[in-house]
């Protein structure tokens, strides 16, 4: 598995993670009675607050996450090669992170699907509004919708680097 699958994978996993915990959080609030359908500010602080979770969440599991895998990658090239230096297990770091062309390729046609998807989802918020539903029911439309079109981005990396851009 590739370096960016692997990373596509962690970035999938802890927005799922995020999301997740932001419906827990809020379906239990709202059962609680803290949250209600007619206050809205609650809710966007709610919120707010769960997109700085997730910021940093992902800053801080993305570092995490290439410091466990540079060790991963010098650990395997002392195994294979016992008089292997330093300055070499640094190169065959770099070398396994390196980004090509048809990483940005994929980058940039997963991250189209994604908008795509969080473009349909702020339209549905806009349609709740005329359709007399809480402005709460549009406000957590817009952060689930972009959220979901986060992580199908994520799917959509794995399925080109699994597939191939042109046929996939």
């Known amino acids: 598995?590739?370096?960016?699958?692997?990373?596509?994978?962690v970035s999938i996993f802890t927005g799922f993670v995020i999301l997740a915990?932001?419906?827990?959080?809020?379906l239990n609030r709202y059962n609680s009675g803290i949250l209600t359908t007619s206050e809205l500010k609650p809710w966007a602080s709610t919120i707010l607050i769960f997109i700085g979770i997730g910021i940093v969440a992902s800053i801080v599991i993305q570092i995490v996450f290439h410091?466990?895998?540079?060790?991963s990658v010098a650990v395997v090239k002392k195994i294979?090669?016992?008089?292997?230096?330093?300055?070499?297990?640094?190169k065959s770091i770099n070398l396994e992170m390196v980004e090509d062309e048809m990483d940005k390729l994929i980058d940039l046609k997963s991250s189209q699907v994604g908008f795509f998807f969080a473009g349909i989802g702020f339209v549905a918020a806009l349609i709740s509004?005329?359709?007399n539903y809480s402005p709460v029911v549009m406000?957590?439309?817009?952060?689930?919708?972009?959220?979901?079109?986060?992580?199908i981005e994520g799917f959509v990396q794995l399925y080109f680097y699994r597939k191939g851009i042109y046929h996939g």
């Open 129 to 131: 509004l005329v359709l």
């Open 1 to 9: 598995m590739s370096y960016q699958e692997k990373r596509t994978i």
């Open 139 to 151: 406000i957590n439309i817009l952060f689930i919708s972009f959220s979901v079109g986060s992580l």
């Open 80 to 90: 294979q090669d016992e008089s292997i230096d330093d300055e070499e297990i640094e």
């Open 21 to 26: 915990a932001y419906c827990i959080y809020t």
């Open 67 to 71: 410091i466990l895998l540079s060790i």
